[in-house]
């Protein structure tokens, strides 16, 4: 038994079984690069699911880890602290958000969301509780947020469910319109489905929710945590879509792997959350806070985002190429935007993903058709292209 083997084997042995992890483990990270516990050397091309943007053990994160561990950890909201307010500066600065609010997931991020538009509507008298959601969508596993998740496998035997909310299918409006009333506190939607299947919204669907929203008098929240800080070229998607949600949620990437969640909003929708009317112990946590604000320093001051942009274009036209070598009878489609990207087949990923690993790329399913690529913005060209002929290579034997 190798390295990796017996260290699956005492994991089986301690952890609950809710993951199927993969037969490796990983030990070390550098750069767009992994390393198991034999020594083997991977490329990432999912960068722990759509979260290490800046890639593993980035230099300037680690630095200000490591001189914000000398300096602070953690002594709650009952007190300010400089690494919070500084992230916060910058997400207002960077966004339309004007207050933020920070836990430690993307969950949490969004249940705050819904929570503030249910507040917010019973403050002016409004009983407004009900929640508009979508098929297809992945908004996290609280309770709250597996209700507004589009897909039962993520819910079923957990009910009951928080009442009042309702899916409609993704992109259709009228849908949406005949659900809405003077019971609806708030629309979330993502603007591209990742988890769902790196589905991008419509084209005109996001402004017909915001008008929507706006002549029903609901909020407009869009659940940034898998699009945001980068992923699908500026560093949030609603700045590309024409139009500004009222709430933004975020997580995954933006703190390249610590654990962070923000709830982005303005200054009106924010007064809902009066002193106690919620809260996290650890949220805005200075360690975390003070990696963010690399995080997003580097992207924006620091070039990575423009730098990023033909690269990410460079492998959505390398995976349009594979689809056309395979033809549309196995590859139904190649999709995405920047660096969330996909392949659609016509016959489950599963054997895919697990060849690619075999022979030194990592990447990751959004259902079970569905092959997605979340690698770091700072990938080269030529990592692209060694993924990528790794990933035509696996595709050639499963075919
Ligand atoms: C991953 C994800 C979440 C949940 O985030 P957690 O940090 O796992 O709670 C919510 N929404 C979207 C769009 C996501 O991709």
Known sequence: MDENEALA???EGVLVPNYRPAPI???????????????????DLMGGIATAVLGHCHPKVVAAL???????????????TKPQVELAERLTRHSFAERIYFGNSGAEANE??????????RDRGDDRFEIIAFD???????????????TPAYWQGFEPLVPGVHHAPFGDLEAVMSLLSQRTAAIIVEPVQGEGGVRTAPEGFLRGLRELADQNGCL???????????????LFAYQTSGVVPDVMTLAKALGNGIPIGAMCTTT???????????????GGNPLAAACATVVLDELCEGGVLERAQPVGDHLGAGL?????????????????????????????????????????????????????????????????????SVIEEALHEIF
């Open 136 to 150: 297809g969508a992945f908004h996290g596993r609280t309770l709250f947020t597996v209700s507004a998740t589009g």
């Open 220 to 234: 407009l929240i869009f659940d940034e945590v898998q699009t945001g800080i980068g992923r699908t070229g500026p």
């Open 66 to 80: 490591e001189e914000q561990a000398h300096s602070l950890w953690h002594v709650s909201n009952l007190f300010t």
């Open 25 to 43: 483990a990983l030990v070390r990270g550098e750069g767009c690069h992994l390393f198991d516990a034999e020594g083997r050397q991977y490329l």
């Open 268 to 282: 009106r929708f924010a007064e809902a959350l009066v002193p106690g009317t919620h809260a996290s112990t650890f």
């Open 320 to 388: 349009e190429a594979i689809a056309q070598r395979f033809g549309p009878q196995r590859i139904i489609e190649a999709r995405g935007a920047g660096h969330l990207r996909a392949l659609e087949l016509n016959q489950p990923v599963a054997p895919i993903v697990a060849r690619c690993r075999e022979k030194g790329v990592l990447v990751i399913q959004a259902g079970e058709m569905i092959l997605r690529l979340a690698p770091p913005l700072v990938i080269t060209r030529e990592q692209v292209d060694e993924g990528l």
């Open 9 to 11: 084997k005492r994991g």
């Open 112 to 121: 705050a969301a819904l929570k503030l538009s249910r507040r917010w509507h």
